[in-house]
């Protein structure tokens, strides 16, 4: 195997850690996939639950769409971690009701993410830019 190849997937793989490092990783992420499951398995599964077909599926795809996006600015903007963390929990709150949670699997992950998401707080001597 080519040198010049493990030291680079080395070298990115040590800049991903210190990226990761610096914001609420896990909660950006969980908060990403349980606005997937919460927009997908309703409107994949309509079909298949008792309700009138498009009942769930609108409210689905704007709940699960709203917890995508917070999740992604929480990964991309570290410091309104604590703001975004909370209002993924609302999100995810109101989705049992208005979109079935994703079945309840993305109301527990997104729960979870939105915690995670809210109690983060920076290293210490890392500040972020925005905090400065």
Known sequence: MDEGRVATARER?????????QRPF??????????????YLP???DEFVLFAAGSFTGSALLLGGSLVVCG???L???SLSSVLGGLGILLVTVSLFGALGGFVVGSVL?????ILAF???APEGNKSRDEE
């Open 26 to 39: 896990w909660g950006g992420t969980l908060l990403i996939l349980a606005g997937l499951l919460t927009a």
């Open 72 to 74: 992604l600015l929480v």
């Open 13 to 21: 793989w040590v800049a991903f850690d210190e990226w990761r490092r």
């Open 110 to 114: 997104g729960g979870i993410g939105g």
């Open 43 to 45: 409107a994949a599964y």
């Open 119 to 121: 109690a983060w707080t």
């Open 76 to 78: 991309a903007v570290p």
